[in-house]
């Protein structure tokens, strides 16, 4: 696994930058590619769903949290980096109402640094500490984790 900051080049363009590139990077254990001018991120079909039953959601969210992102302002409709086809926006219930553009193709997801922010403090805010200790160690147990 890669730490964050050693993030390398993913080749595709920023459905929100003109000029950037993604960067490969991690946000707990699940891949995603970020933005570095906006901090967007893309996720691959499954994987913001994955991120969201991570264990390790409330210590990305905390981390996360703190950051100071910046606002983005959408002039036209965003394009997958994969596929090249306009992402439908949509806005649903269980992501607290956050703005997500989603790519009718390949089903990757498209979140601003902003918007990201907001899911992962709701749904950080959403579980209780017993529930979160019982997730971490069933993770830990069912993850082919070894101890010394």
């Given amino acids: 696994m890669t730490a964050p900051w050693l993030a390398e080049s993913s080749g ?7 000029d950037a590139y ?14 570095p001018a906006c ?16 264990p390790t959601l409330s210590y990305v969210a905390s981390h996360f949290g703190g950051m100071g992102l910046p606002a983005v302002r959408v002039t036209a409709p965003p394009e997958c980096p994969r596929c090249a086809i306009g992402l439908k926006r949509a806005r649903p219930a ?20 902003v918007e990201l922010q ?8 959403g579980k209780d ?10 993770f830990v147990l069912t993850s082919g984790w070894k101890t010394r």
């Fill in 12 to 18: 595709g363009h920023c459905p929100r930058c003109d």
């Fill in 22 to 35: 993604l960067e490969h990077t991690y946000l707990g254990a699940v891949a995603v590619d970020r933005c």
């Fill in 39 to 54: 901090m967007g991120h893309w996720f691959r079909r499954g994987d913001l769903a994955e991120l969201l039953k991570s």
């Fill in 94 to 113: 269980q992501l607290n109402q956050a703005a997500v553009d989603v790519c009718p193709r390949c089903g990757g997801t498209w979140l601003d640094g």
């Fill in 118 to 125: 907001r899911v992962l403090a709701k749904q950080a805010r």
């Fill in 129 to 138: 500490p017993l529930s979160w200790l019982l997730e971490t160690i069933e």
